[in-house]
Structure formats: C-alpha cells, structure tokens
C-alpha cells in the first residue's frame, strides 16, 4: 500500500535559518507528490505539489523536488520567517484518484 | 470564492451517543471526501464521494459511521454511537474530478474537533 514518511517535530529554528522538512514515500505507480500546511486554527491549505520525476514544486519561498531515485520530496525554505509557524503535511495520490495519504505531520515553530 | 464550510466547529458528547457533521463543498465540486484526523497523525480517508456516489469507503468503520451526499452537494457524517477512540478532528475536503492520471487540488474545511467523553 502507499505510506508516506516524514520527520518528526516539532521542529524549532530561529526567524532566517534554513529548513528542511525530509519525506521519503512508497507508493504503486506513479504518484503525485504534495506539501499541505496546517497554520493555527485554520484548515489544511496546498503549498506546492509535483506530479512526476524531477519536477520542482514552489510557492511562498518554499521548494520540494520529486526525486523517483531516492522516493523523497523534502521540503525546504532558505530563510523562515515567524509566520510559517504551522504544522507541515506531507501527502501523495497515486493511480489516478485523488485519494490523499498523509505523513503525520512536521510542527515547525520560528522563534524571533 | 467562498471555500468548503463544515459545521459545527466542536463537539463535545460522551460515550454511546450520536453525532453528525455537515459539509457544504466548493460550488461545482463533484468531489467530496471526509478525513478523520487523530491528534499526533495525518488525515486518514474515511469516504469519498462523486457527485452522490461512494468512491471508496475502505476504511469506514461501517458498524457505527455512515455518511451520505443525497444530492450531490452537502454531505453529513454520523457517528452511532461514538467511542472515545472516535475523538479526532473531521476534515472535509472537496475538488474538481481529475482527469485521467492527473490529481486534481482537494481544498479543506477547517473541520470538526469532536471530543467523547
């Protein structure tokens, strides 16, 4: 079956540092890969997906690359800013439907 | 564009009693699916539906949960009766129908924190 691995959290850098968020999948066939972010008393939003082989995703500063070779899409952002505190999903549907399979999750806190 | 609406945002009940969640998806959204999210973990799919339709339900425990989308829009989730291990948060999430192997972006409620006691 499809399980998605990621690091656990939480996760606690000060505001400019480097992050990185490691997945690493199993999935059948081809999957699509995606980063969802969970801010304080809010729902779960997309932050960036790829869909096949060595495509990057991007959005808000953030990249992922999908890397078939090593079956991981880590996230990473060059500087954090307090606001991206949230709680970080890593997710992938594979075979053609959009059912989601989820990693537990990454807390990430930004302290000034 | 308004996004996917759930209510009620908390509930509280204790052991053995029902309960039912409402969804309200994206307008023209074929798509609805209903996550249950235990703290510490990722969202796990209980149903998806297509238009009214069930896609998958797999993992529903259908001995005490059901749901149902009768016209193709809204959509309720029961729990009777609740267990304390039902407490959890209840994502509804709904998108386009993708199209062929092309996923489609699913978009979230911000769900119902159900606590039983």
């Known amino acids: 079956g499809n399980s998605v691995t990621q690091m656990e959290g939480p996760v606690t850098l000060s505001e400019e540092a480097f992050l990185t968020i490691n997945c690493t999948y199993t999935?059948?066939?081809?999957?699509?890969l995606f980063w969802y972010v969970q801010y304080p008393g809010e729902g779960l939003q997309l932050l960036l997906k790829a869909t096949k082989a060595d495509d990057k995703g991007s959005n808000k500063g953030f990249e992922a690359t999908y890397r078939k070779e090593t079956t991981s899409f880590h996230l990473e952002k060059g500087s954090v800013q307090v606001s991206d505190s949230a709680v970080y999903f890593c997710a992938l549907t594979s075979g053609g439907g959009n059912k989601l399979t989820f990693g537990t999750g990454t807390q990430l806190k930004v302290e000034l | 564009e308004a996004g996917v609406a759930q209510s009620p945002r908390y509930k509280i009940i204790e052991k053995r009693q029902s309960v039912a969640f409402w969804c309200n998806p994206i307008s023209g959204h074929a798509t609805l699916y209903w996550y249950q999210q235990i703290l510490g973990q990722g969202p796990k799919l209980l149903i998806q539906?297509?238009?009214?339709?069930?896609?998958?339900d797999s993992q529903l425990p259908k001995d005490r949960f059901s749901a149902e989308r009768l016209k193709g829009v809204d959509s309720t989730l029961k729990i009777q009766p609740a267990k304390l291990e039902d407490s959890a948060v209840y994502l509804c999430?709904?998108?386009?129908?993708?199209?062929?192997?092309?996923?489609?972006?699913?978009?979230f409620g911000q769900g119902t924190r159900l606590t039983v006691v």
């Open positions: 999935a059948t066939g081809y999957p699509s």
């Open positions: 539906f297509q238009n009214n339709g069930v896609v998958d």
């Open positions: 999430a709904s998108s386009l129908v993708g199209t062929g192997f092309v996923s489609t972006e699913a978009f």
